[in-house]
């Protein structure tokens, strides 16, 4: 009976071929001369083919030989090609990561993120969606998304949320504003201002107004608009004052003064998953990342508070 070929004789022999003789082929496996020479040996018995001849102390491979060889590297390029698929999926889960956020959040709080997430993942691929957050929730119900992050609230129950970090909204001045002498803001410093604010049906616009009334102090808005970005913008060219969520404000860094707000008004920074989904290995890194940038702004904010 036909001994079988096995994977150590196909190991030696690829050796040899790659580096010309048993010796060095010993060397590369960490074995000894006579072992590789044995599993040659082995090899040429079970497939009844002579594959080298011996020309002055050198092994020369014979054409059916070097046929055997280009059939075994094809095999073994399929199979590095397999281990350095495996080694990628083994560092981050999957090739991709898809992201879904607020606008606010993706021009602001999410840059720096990502990153240091392509730095230590510099072979995946990252998708990242803009919406507000009932189309962020359909996203993730469609399963079209692997992370979701917002400051707004998580209605649906498709989504596994948890919240990151909870901050308090920040009063935001042009830089020579005389406002800016001052180290904390009252509600009313801001009642002879003209202020941007965000949409009136938007919760936290709500919010605001609130404060205003439970303080007595009246608010003068000049302008409403839809984007914590665009009231950033128009303070920074001189329009006038605003109050947003400090996720936005060091995307404007040097070109607006960001001043403590004495309001009782906090927004949270919320992550979600799909329910139906466990997070891949990627995804789970950004989310290790994600809480360390949240936690690391949090302690920024509760010294700033305390100065």
């Known amino acids: 009976m036909r001994p079988n070929i096995n994977f150590k004789q196909i190991e030696a022999f690829r050796a040899v071929m790659r580096t010309g003789s048993a010796t060095r082929a010993a060397v590369v496996m960490h074995t000894t001369q006579p072992s590789i020479s044995r599993r040659l040996a082995e ?3 079970a497939t009844q083919l002579k594959l080298f001849d011996l020309r002055r102390g050198r092994l020369q491979p014979t054409d059916e030989g070097e046929f055997l060889y280009r059939a075994i590297e094809q095999h ?3 199979l590095e090609k397999i281990e ?3 080694s990628v999926m083994r560092r981050s889960g999957t090739s991709s990561l898809r992201l879904a956020c607020t606008p606010t959040l993706g021009a602001g709080w999410l840059p720096p993120l990502v990153q240091r997430f392509v730095q230590l993942f510099p072979d995946t691929h990252v998708t990242i969606q803009t919406a507000s ?3 962020i929730e359909e996203l993730l119900d469609q399963g079209l998304v692997d992370i979701a992050l917002t400051t707004g609230e998580f209605r649906r129950q498709d989504a596994r949320p948890a919240i990151l970090d909870r901050r308090k909204v920040v009063c935001i001045l042009p830089r ?3 406002l800016c002498e001052a180290s904390r803001i009252e509600l009313p410093m801001l009642a002879r201002e003209r202020l941007i604010s965000i949409s009136e049906d938007d919760e936290l616009s709500s919010r605001i107004r609130a404060e205003f009334l439970k303080g007595a102090t009246s608010e003068h808005v000049a302008v409403h608009t839809n984007s914590s970005i665009t009231i950033c913008a128009l303070v920074a060219a001189g329009t006038g004052i605003g109050i947003v969520t ?3 404000t060091d995307m404007f860094a040097g ?3 960001v001043k403590p707000l004495r309001a009782s008004i906090a927004v949270d920074l919320r992550l979600a998953t799909p329910v139906n989904r466990t997070p891949s ?6 989310i290790k990342l994600a809480k360390k940038r949240a936690g690391g702004l949090s302690r920024a904010a509760h010294i700033e508070s305390l100065t």
């Open 84 to 86: 350095t698929i495996v």
């Open 76 to 78: 073994f390029l399929g």
């Open 281 to 286: 290995m990627l995804a789970n890194e950004f």
């Open 255 to 257: 070109r607006i003064a």
């Open 43 to 45: 090899l040429q018995n």
């Open 133 to 135: 957050t009932p189309q």
């Open 176 to 178: 020579n504003h005389p």
């Open 246 to 248: 400090p996720y936005i």
